[in-house]
């Protein structure tokens, strides 16, 4: 194959792995939206495992990162990642045309701000000279120091008390150090394999450990993203587009004698890209639509009444076990919606006569004793 036909097979295998990544996102954050987590967790994985959507979802990531290996087959680096962040591009307007809204002009400043931030980190942190793997004692030490930082990003330790946007930012960023650590891991199997691995040659435990390594890693990342999709979608979609290839980079200089392309100017211009894609980071946690009321029963311990005849008539025929209907708020509020009938006339009590006899001021006439 020529080098131009590998070029654009190269840039339609990026486009489709984008396109699969980004169609994976939305089914993903569909789903976090339908399925409330329970207030314990359990069963939580359970119900995941269950849902036809969600193997959906699992797939359309393997479909995108075979697209993306195969990418990286037929053409270079610098050509491949940068397309591949076109996934967030996708993912807005896809997102948007499922919830049945647009994107507004703030997420789509949100999207090209991270854009250019995560284009700018990839373009620099290429090595200039690839390093070896990873040896089987960096593996185990990498694994176990990115396990402790994904238990405490996910616990929350490391940001703070925070709503669901924030809880997400954290489970994103947990995602795709996760995701950036199977990479390396990867790298390091495939050089087992190849048994041109750093040091002594591995036996079969360690390279089937490497491979239980790798899985749990990549089954994590995939979890942990679907947590962060409880946020929302755009947000934690490009906290784990930027997160995952900056851990593979942090891996690559501290570990493989790599370092940023054009010495101490690739190092100024990876802080100046990394500050455009917080930007953009920040504008897409912002520029989202306000969170529409969800319907659901009204019950007597809400606090507020329906606006609406209909609310009312369905209040009034769910039973309240709990109080009385007068004895909550909302049956106040009904109570004093609803005109009262006619009461029976009552039986007055004879009005005070004066001297003479007559009523005091009552135009009834009172009954006269004898």
């Known amino acids: 194959m020529n080098p131009a036909a590998g070029t654009a097979l190269a840039v339609l295998l990026s486009l489709v792995s984008a396109a699969g990544y980004a169609l994976a996102a939305v089914a993903q954050s569909r789903l976090a939206a339908a399925s409330p987590a329970a207030p314990d967790g359990r ?46 591009v996708a993912a807005l307007p896809l997102g948007a045309y499922c919830a049945r809204r647009r994107v507004t002009r703030t997420e789509w400043r949100g999207a090209l701000w991270t854009l250019g931030g995560l284009v700018g980190l990839v373009a620099v942190t290429g090595p200039t000279a690839p390093g070896e793997a990873l040896s089987l004692r960096e593996s185990l030490i990498v694994a176990a120091s990115t396990a402790f930082l994904i238990a405490a990003l996910a616990s929350g330790r490391l940001r703070g008390s925070g709503g669901p946007a924030a809880r997400g930012l954290g489970h994103a960023t947990a995602s795709g150090i ?6 390396a891991l990867t ?40 947590a962060a999709y409880r946020g929302g979608l755009a947000a934690p979609l490009a906290v784990v587009n930027l997160s995952n290839p900056a851990a593979a980079a942090v891996i690559g200089v501290a570990l493989l ?12 211009v990876a802080a100046g890209a990394s500050l455009v894609a917080a930007r953009g980071v920040v504008l897409l ?7 529409e009321p969800v319907p659901a029963t009204v019950t007597a311990a809400s606090g507020s009444a329906p606006a609406s005849p209909v609310g009312e008539a369905l209040l009034s025929a769910v039973p309240v076990r709990e109080a009385p209907l007068s004895a909550v708020p909302v049956g106040e509020a009904l109570l004093s919606a609803v005109p009262a ?17 007559s009523p005091e001021s009552d135009p009834v006439p009172a009954p006269v004793a004898g």
């Open 285 to 291: 946690t912002k520029g989202g639509p306000a969170a």
């Open 341 to 357: 009938p006619p009461a029976a006339p009552e039986a007055r009590p004879a009005p005070r006569t004066t001297g003479l006899g």
């Open 178 to 183: 996760a995701s950036g650590v199977a990479s």
């Open 257 to 268: 004698g790599e370092t940023f392309r054009a010495g101490a100017w690739g190092w100024l």
């Open 187 to 226: 790298q390091t199997l495939t050089a087992a394999l190849a048994l041109d691995l750093p040091g002594t040659e591995p036996t079969w435990w360690q390279t089937a450990l490497l491979a239980v390594l790798i899985s749990a890693f990549a089954s994590g990342g995939l979890l942990l993203s679907q």
């Open 43 to 88: 069963g939580a994985l359970r119900a995941l495992l269950a849902r036809g959507q969600w193997w959906w979802a699992v797939g359309l990531n393997a479909a995108g990162a075979l697209a993306h290996v195969a990418a990286l087959h037929y053409g270079p680096l610098t050509l491949v990642q940068p397309l591949g962040a076109l996934t967030l």
